[in-house]
């Protein structure tokens, strides 16, 4: 079973410095006087990722990865086939399940720009959320009626550029919210090149983890690893938390899962060289742990 180290470029964002991080995580848009800080930051993460054992990254989505100078650096890994995903944006005001008409198109539209941008990394899988927490669950069938619909343009889109999407399972009353939902949700899409990301963090409760992967089966096509407490999202480095990893990558293994570990997970490091060497080392202990030699 190929299972390679993946690590989404969220794990990375609390090292940059404060007026990156905020641009980073979405928080704010790039300006003129931060582009310098971001492109070295960009430069500094590459050169990482490049001298690390990371077989893949998942691009976490930013207005900045639109900068042909932090493009530039990215194409460095591009070039060896480092990049397979990205994250597409969401949030309220680009909610792909919203009852707006005009929300949910500023949420179609975000998602092909990041599509664009993924297909010119090399990357091939595309990372949506299905629709932010209704206010109510009389209001779920009518959010999971639009989401569909969303998603369904953008993977006519992004068909055409070879990519698949990921539907990633979230919590609560958000849209997709166990395996059953996102099942039923593919099945409203028909489209050949949807899948789904299975974030264990918005698995609730905790013992619902194994059997989401057996139900999901072929139609999982990536993760989002990080541990929690089985109550709420914590992001976790694996192993401070609840989960049997142990029993979760047999489970992989059973249903022939050969997508990437996608670390999605924060935790304290003194520098990008010693975050990707805690990752490594993470990695190595959860494959030896199933009793898997990854050389």
């Not at 899948?195 to 194994?210: F, K, M, Q, S, Y």
Request: charged letters at 20%; proline letters at 4%.
């Amino acid at each position: 079973m190929k299972m390679p180290l993946g690590v989404s470029t969220w794990c990375f964002n609390d090292l940059a410095p404060r007026q990156v991080r905020v641009i980073l995580d979405g928080g704010e848009q790039s300006s003129p006087e931060g582009l310098p800080y971001v492109r070295t930051y960009f430069r500094e993460l590459v050169d990482v990722v490049h001298n690390s054992s990371i077989q893949t990254l998942e691009l976490w989505y930013s207005d900045v990865l639109g900068d042909e100078n932090v493009a530039a650096s990215i194409n460095r890994l591009s070039e060896h086939g480092k990049i397979s995903s990205m994250h597409a944006p969401f949030g309220p005001v680009r909610d792909l399940g919203s009852l707006d008409d005009d929300v949910r198109r500023r949420g179609i539209e975000g998602c092909k720009w990041a599509a664009n941008l993924l297909n010119r990394f090399g990357g091939k899988t595309l990372v949506v959320h299905g629709g932010s927490a209704a206010k109510d669950a009389a209001q779920k069938p009518e959010r999971i009626k639009y989401s569909a619909q969303s998603i369904a343009e953008i993977a006519d889109f992004c068909e055409g550029l070879n990519i698949d999407v990921a539907v990633e399972m979230l919590a609560n009353l958000a849209v997709g919210s166990s395996a059953s939902e996102l099942l039923n949700i593919l099945q409203m899409i028909n489209r050949p090149n949807v899948g789904v990301c299975l974030d264990v963090n918005h698995v609730l409760p905790a013992d619902e983890i194994i059997p989401s992967v057996y139900a999901l089966g072929k139609k999982l096509i990536t993760l989002h690893i990080s541990d929690y407490d089985g109550k709420e999202e914590k992001h976790w480095l694996p192993g401070m938390g609840i989960i049997d990893w142990k029993t979760f990558i047999k489970a992989l293994h059973e249903i022939g899962y050969a997508g990437p570990f996608m670390y999605e997970t924060r935790f304290k490091a003194a520098s990008l060289c010693e975050a990707a060497s805690v990752l490594e080392e993470n990695y190595k202990m959860l494959m030896a742990s199933a009793g898997l030699n990854i050389g």
